[in-house]
């Protein structure tokens, strides 16, 4: 039986986080308190909405490697509040001051004198967590970060059986996801910490499954979560408009830009108020800022046109120049960010920002070998092509997740930078390896791909794409295993 | 026959060349079949010990504790015996005034506090209204002229004045 997964509808976790985030957004923007109703109308509309198939997972040993690791990240989360500390004192404390019915008005959000450690956070994770405290308690209601565990594996998997992956790879890469030891174990960045990089790694793996499919409504719904997410959520949102177009469906570059700036021209207004800073942002910065994804676009796009390329690099360069000072305007978040980039960024510590960053990359206690596996899977299928001298390949290419693991890396190096120097060992120790999480679901996106093209695809040359395409179905059809 | 064997003799040494490549091309996908392979073994074999073992041990170690216990469990112990009384004496609608490092413990005092607030010591004009403003007297501590509680915090710790 043909197990390839015909869709274009998006997946039911992005609709039931897209619907609940931008209500919830809206509700609160209003003055109103988030009602329970929220969660089973978000429910609801996903199932009308989801795509077609059964969702499963390839092969015993993976299902079997998935339970466990969710009912050990289940039993961390509903047996204690968060043991993190960003957990507990920001994202969920948040949660909890909603889920006791309070609107913006209230003190907590409104009132300067109270203590807010972090008023410019955005909101999309408490409101998630907000909805299932309400229906099954505090305690149940954090039942939310295993199942956003579930649908990282999920949003892998998914889009790996639509480009006719075989089997056996989709299961090792998803037992290889499930096997990173940062999500599965207690501590700073765990799923059951509270941390919101879990979940923006989620939103960030579905674009980068949309933009690689072409699929635009997972697009726009991706461009309308990430400004939602967290601050870095912005920049991914930016570095997908700007990889979509260069690398992959412009169309679905063009729907990301689209949910990103109607989610931007909704939240930064918000995101001011609540670091009560509403008279310092005007509209046209707004305007100017919700337009940047459609900008970012439209320079990919007409970057791939040969004959204006060099015009347009150097409208880029001056854009890339004036970009800091725009985003600086804004109030707080990023805003701080990009004004530290032009005036605080410390150049000196590039070195050992680069150097932990590479040490990082390679820890096995908290990453495994993701990136290095990536990186020897990328080698040994460059090495094949020049050995098959193949020309074409039954999945997509690789060159998107991998644009966008160099634009995440870039602004991971980037904001370090412009730390100052008594916390840059803090955010080195702590935050780095934090940031990086959220760019495993395309590690692992990309070496399921990859994995495919090494050990399933023919090595016929010439014949790569049909030979491919039809040895993979038969091995399918008849179960046999991997040569 | 000089043209052909020519040729032939010409073509010889690059197409060793490629052989040679081709032959070590062969056993590139051994690293990667051996890094995935580690990859998994370390997942694995970690799992009884990271993901049972530790997790138990915190949980278990967080019941012992408390919010309060575990939150400060590596803060100095007068921050814990604060943290500890606060929790204890101050009411869920109550205002705590505070002073000091907004960053660092006083995060996690908020936290733990929930849902009585956290208030800027200076500016109690500002205060929300409808809210009793907690003024207990810690035991510990000598008598002092003022009835106001204030929680000082720097990053690592917390101190309790009396203004």
């Given at each position: 039986?043909?197990?390839?997964?015909?869709?274009?509808?998006?997946?039911?976790?992005?609709?039931?986080?897209?619907?609940?985030?931008?209500?919830?957004?809206?509700?609160?923007?209003?003055?109103?308190?988030?009602?329970?109703?929220?969660?089973?109308c978000a429910l609801a509309v996903a199932l009308v909405a989801r795509p077609h198939g059964r969702p499963a997972f390839d092969g015993l040993p993976t299902k079997v490697l998935v339970v466990a690791g969710f009912v050990a990240i289940a039993y961390g989360s509903l047996a204690t509040q968060d043991r993190s500390w960003d957990g507990f004192a920001?994202?969920?404390?948040?949660?909890?001051?909603?889920?006791?019915?309070?609107?913006?008005?209230?003190?907590?959000?409104?009132?300067?004198?109270?203590?807010?450690?972090?008023?410019?956070?955005?909101?999309?994770?408490?409101?998630?967590?907000?909805?299932?405290?309400?229906?099954?308690?505090?305690?149940g209601g954090r039942i939310l970060f295993p199942l956003l565990w579930l649908a990282l594996l999920f949003a892998v998997r998914d889009p790996l059986l639509a480009m006719g992956v075989h089997r056996h790879v989709r299961a090792l890469t998803v037992a290889g996801l499930a096997l990173v030891p940062l999500f599965t174990e207690p501590g700073h960045g765990s799923a059951e910490s509270g941390f919101a990089d879990l979940l923006l790694a989620l939103l960030v793996t579905h674009g980068a499954a949309a933009i690689l499919l072409g699929r635009w409504p997972a697009a726009a719904l991706v461009g309308l979560c990430l400004p939602l997410c967290k601050i870095e959520g912005t920049v991914h949102l930016f570095s997908l408009c700007l990889v979509a177009p260069l690398f992959a469906s412009w169309r679905a570059g063009l729907a990301v830009a689209a949910g990103g700036a109607i989610a931007l021209a909704g939240w930064l207004p918000v995101q001011a108020q609540l670091t009560h800073r509403a008279a310092d942002l005007g509209g046209g910065v707004v305007a100017l800022v919700a337009l940047l994804p459609l900008l970012l676009v439209g320079f990919g796009a007409v970057l791939r046109m040969r004959r204006v390329r060099i015009v347009v690099v150097g409208l880029g360069l001056v854009g890339g120049l004036w970009l800091p000072s725009l985003i600086g305007q804004l109030p707080a978040g990023l805003g701080q960010a990009a004004l530290a980039l032009g005036t605080q960024a410390r150049w000196s510590a590039v070195g050992e920002v680069l150097a932990t960053i590479g040490a990082i990359l390679c820890w096995f206690r908290k990453l495994g070998g993701s990136f290095v596996v990536l990186a020897a899977a990328l080698v040994a299928v460059r090495l094949e092509?020049?050995?098959?001298?193949?020309?074409?390949?039954?999945?997509?290419?690789?060159?998107?997740?991998?644009?966008?693991?160099?634009?995440?890396?870039?602004?991971?190096?980037?904001?370090?930078?412009?730390?100052?120097?008594?916390?840059?060992?803090?955010?080195?120790?702590?935050?780095?390896?934090?940031?990086?999480?959220?760019?495993?679901?395309?590690?692992?996106?990309?070496?399921?791909?990859?994995?495919?093209?090494?050990?399933?695809?023919?090595?016929e040359p010439g014949d790569a794409g049909v030979a491919a395409s039809g040895r993979a179905a038969r091995i399918e059809q008849t179960g046999r295993s991997l040569p | 026959m000089i043209g052909p064997a020519t040729q032939r003799n010409g073509d010889a040494a690059p197409r060793a060349r490629w052989r040679r490549l081709w032959q070590w091309t062969r056993v590139a996908p051994a690293p990667l079949a051996l890094v995935l392979v580690a990859h998994l073994y370390f997942g694995l074999a970690r799992f009884p010990v990271g993901s049972v073992q530790k997790r138990l041990a915190d949980v278990g170690n967080w019941h012992r504790l408390g919010a309060d216990g575990w939150s400060f469990r590596l803060a100095d112990e007068e921050t814990q015996r604060i943290a500890r009384w606060l929790r204890r004496e101050v009411r869920p609608d109550q205002l705590v005034a505070y002073a000091g490092d907004s960053q660092g413990s006083m995060q996690l005092l908020a936290a733990v506090l929930f849902p009585a607030l956290l208030v800027q010591a200076g500016s109690s004009s500002a205060w929300p209204a409808g809210r009793d403003v907690f003024r207990g007297r810690a035991p510990w501590l000598p008598a002092a002229a003022g009835s106001l509680p204030v929680v000082v915090a720097t990053r690592e710790a917390l101190r309790l004045e009396y203004r």
């Open positions: 039986m043909n197990e390839r997964l015909v869709a274009s509808r998006p997946p039911f976790d992005l609709v039931a986080i897209a619907f609940l985030g931008a209500l919830g957004h809206v509700l609160l923007a209003r003055g109103s308190a988030l009602p329970p109703w929220l969660l089973p920001t994202w969920s404390l948040t949660a909890r001051h909603l889920a006791a019915g309070e609107t913006l008005a209230a003190p907590y959000f409104a009132n300067p004198s109270v203590y807010h450690a972090t008023p410019g956070y955005p909101l999309l994770q408490p409101i998630l967590l907000q909805q299932s405290s309400l229906w099954l308690g505090e305690a092509r020049v050995r098959a001298a193949r020309t074409a390949a039954s999945v997509p290419s690789v060159a998107p997740l991998l644009a966008l693991l160099g634009c995440g890396l870039l602004a991971v190096v980037l904001f370090l930078l412009t730390r100052p120097a008594e916390d840059l060992g803090l955010f080195l120790r702590e935050g780095t390896v934090r940031y990086l999480s959220q760019l495993l679901g395309i590690v692992w996106l990309a070496i399921g791909m990859l994995l495919h093209r090494q050990f399933v695809e023919s090595d | -």
